[in-house]
């Protein structure tokens, strides 16, 4: 249950009542992200769902489901991305590269980052909700669960922190490889069964868009870890919103 509460309480601003801020809790609250995930992903769905059977439109369901993450989160993994825009794309040295991170300002950078990623992710929404309710909204819980269990990966043995403190600092190189695995494992096969109950076709294209989001937040956070020296908060937010926007994406394509 700390593992759990941890998960809820960093990742969400739903009432979580942390009551263990260490390592051990990080690592086990780390490999439960997914779950923090899936409850966002429902609440998005369920909001884009039901605005669309009620008459408004493919493009007002995509915008809702697409803003109820960023209201759970108070914006801070987007946050995460424009700030991590920017240190990448300043072109300093890792030092003034993680200062510049740390302002509470957003640059260019950051801002163009964060307006064509919000594109991205309402757009793909919008084209999957006129496919269906049902899959507009299974869309949006996949895309919130795989953006998680990017986190967990984030986390893994191995990945450094950038600086000594902070959220990256508490949970960096806390998940061992094994049970990141096992997650992965269960993670995918519930996209496959999602997928599955349109067709086996569908339960295919799901596991691949899961999978095609792992892999655009593995290319970011192994960038950032060799820009930065590591990962940091911002990292975190960077590499859940990638794998968000990613796995929405990776859905519109080869639908039928």
């Given at each position: 249950?700390?593992?759990?509460?941890?998960?809820?309480?960093?990742?969400?601003?739903?009432?979580?009542?942390?009551?263990?801020?260490?390592?051990?809790?990080?690592?086990?609250?780390?490999?439960?992200?997914?779950?923090?995930?899936?409850?966002?992903?429902?609440?998005?769905?369920?909001?884009?769902?039901?605005?669309?059977?009620?008459?408004?439109?493919?493009?007002?369901?995509?915008?809702?489901?697409?803003?109820?993450?960023?209201?759970?989160?108070?914006?801070?993994?987007?946050?995460?991305?424009?700030?991590?825009?920017?240190?990448?794309?300043?072109?300093?040295?890792?030092?003034?590269?993680?200062?510049?991170?740390?302002?509470?300002?957003?640059?260019?950078?950051?801002?163009?980052?964060?307006?064509?990623?919000?594109?991205?992710?309402?757009?793909?929404?919008?084209?999957?909700?006129?496919?269906?309710?049902?899959?507009?909204?299974?869309?949006?819980?996949?895309?919130?669960?795989?953006?998680?269990?990017?986190?967990?990966?984030?986390?893994?043995?191995?990945?450094?922190?950038?600086?000594?403190?902070?959220?990256?600092?508490?949970?960096?190189?806390?998940?061992?490889?094994?049970?990141?695995?096992?997650?992965?494992?269960?993670?995918?096969?519930g996209c496959a069964a999602?997928?599955?109950?349109?067709?086996?076709?569908?339960?295919?294209?799901?596991?691949?868009?899961?999978?095609?989001?792992?892999?655009?937040?593995?290319?970011?956070?192994?960038?950032?870890?060799?820009?930065?020296?590591?990962?940091?908060?911002?990292?975190?937010?960077?590499?859940?919103?990638?794998?968000?926007?990613?796995?929405?994406?990776?859905?519109?394509?080869?639908?039928?």
């Amino acid at each position: 249950m700390d593992g759990i509460r941890f998960a809820f309480g960093t990742l969400t601003v739903l009432p979580a009542r942390v009551t263990r801020w260490d390592r051990d809790a990080a690592r086990s609250g780390m490999l439960w992200a997914p779950l923090p995930g899936l409850v966002v992903g429902l609440l998005a769905g369920g909001l884009g769902a039901a605005l669309l059977l009620l008459g408004s439109g493919p493009l007002l369901a995509a915008v809702a489901s697409a803003a109820v993450p960023a209201l759970l989160t108070r914006g801070l993994h987007l946050d995460g991305l424009a700030d991590t825009a920017d240190g990448l794309g300043s072109g300093k040295p890792a030092e003034d590269a993680l200062r510049i991170m740390k302002q509470s300002d957003i640059g260019p950078f950051g801002v163009i980052t964060l307006l064509f990623a919000l594109l991205a992710q309402v757009a793909a929404l919008a084209a999957l909700y006129a496919d269906g309710w049902a899959r507009g909204a299974l869309a949006a819980v996949l895309a919130a669960v795989v953006a998680r269990l990017a986190l967990t990966h984030a986390s893994r043995s191995g990945v450094p922190a950038a600086r000594p403190e902070g959220l990256g600092a508490m949970v960096a190189g806390t998940v061992p490889t094994g049970p990141a695995v096992a997650a992965t494992a269960a993670v995918l096969a519930g996209c496959a069964a999602a997928g599955g109950l349109f067709s086996p076709y569908d339960a295919l294209r799901h596991v691949l868009a899961a999978a095609a989001a792992l892999a655009a937040a593995a290319l970011l956070l192994r960038r950032c870890v060799a820009r930065f020296g590591g990962v940091t908060g911002d990292v975190f937010g960077a590499v859940e919103e990638t794998a968000a926007t990613a796995a929405l994406v990776a859905l519109t394509l080869a639908r039928p």
